[in-house]
Each structure stands twice: as C-alpha cells, then as structure tokens.
C-alpha cells in the first residue's frame, strides 16, 4: 500500500437515540463524522479516538451513535463502532467470527484498540 494512501476510516452511520445537545465548537466535528474521515496510520486513527474532542462528542453517559470504521482500500471490510462513557463497542455486521459471537466490549478504549487491531489485521490479510 502506498504511503499517501489513508488506511483507515470511519464515519457516523446512525443515530439509534437522541444525540445530546452539542456545544457550538462541535457542530462542524459533527458535520464531519458524517462523511468519510480518513487516517493514515492505526496510530493516527487512536489518537482521534482518545481526543478530548471526540471524547467531548461521542463519550456520553448513554450511547446514541454508531460509527462504521473501515479500510479505505476495501469498503467491504467494515466494523460498527458504539462509543460511550463507560463501554465501547465493536460489532461486525457481517458475523464473520472475528470475535465471540460478532460483538467485542470493554469499558477500555486500549483494550476496545486491542479489539481493533485483531479485526485490522484479519481485514486486511483477506
């Protein structure tokens, strides 16, 4: 893969509940989950996920947004993400087996990351 090539992706696929009141500097973050956002190495991607901004935007009490993260070369290869306050969430839609029973959860982003990491490298040696 070429190295100005993204890697990684990840976009707001739905609200399932009511999305929380926004302060006004995260509209224009809002408006960009809702197209493709894409990162150039898994690093770059964690960072973003531990950001106080996406923290401020997706890391309420109750989850009320799914992300589809996925790989910029393979939009086929996709994974749900639920973030909340006190759990993260993976599922894969497609019911593959990468994880038990499709869903991986944890109340740790790093072990979420983990989680992650064992679906990009199968993603990406199919």
Not at 33 to 44: A, E, K, N, T
Not at 58 to 74: Q, R, S
Request: charged share 20%; with cysteine; net charge negative.
């Amino acid at each position: 893969m070429e190295a100005d090539t993204p890697f990684i992706t990840i976009v707001k696929q739905k609200v399932f509940d009511e999305q929380p009141e926004l302060e006004q500097d995260l509209h224009s973050f809002d408006e960009a989950l809702s197209y493709l956002c894409s990162f150039f190495s898994v690093s770059d991607f964690h960072h973003f996920l531990s950001s106080s901004k996406f923290e401020s935007y997706a890391l309420t009490e109750d989850p009320w947004v799914v992300f589809e993260i996925g790989l910029y070369h393979n939009h086929t290869m996709t994974v749900e993400f639920v973030p909340s306050k006190n759990k993260f969430v993976l599922i894969d839609p497609h019911h593959r087996d990468i994880f038990p029973g499709s869903v991986a959860e944890s109340t740790s982003l790093t072990e979420i990351q983990a989680h992650l990491g064992i679906w990009l490298n199968w993603a990406t040696h199919q």
